[in-house]
């Protein structure tokens, strides 16, 4: 369920990608309606530099994606595997194991992507 991003998600985003100017996907030419999968599939040049733009985030944005995920609004099914293994590592790493858990079956289960 993509959403429309509110000033606190554009924040973020730009926080995450810098170079952000707009917010349109080039492929689509549709805003973007998640954070984490512009970052990944439009701005990170691979991995290590999704993992890298992560880094930036203080727990608590890192816990508000996290709830974004949860309730649907923040899609991730579109992005990599290896991309999102980053991120479940910086969760692990930073909040708990078990929130990465959930983190993973989210993904597995995540059919969009926004």
Known sequence: MPRELTEYDIRILRKLAPECEDLICNGTRTEFRSILPPVANHYSTDEHD???????????????????????????????????????????????????????SIYENDEGCG
């Open 50 to 104: 999704f993992k890298s733009r992560l880094e930036r985030l203080t727990n608590e944005e890192l816990e508000y994606l996290i709830e974004q995920m949860r309730s649907g609004s923040e899609s991730v099914g579109c992005i990599s595997p290896f991309f999102f293994s980053g991120l479940l590592d910086l969760v692990t790493r930073r909040l708990s194991k078990r929130a990465a858990q959930e983190l993973f």
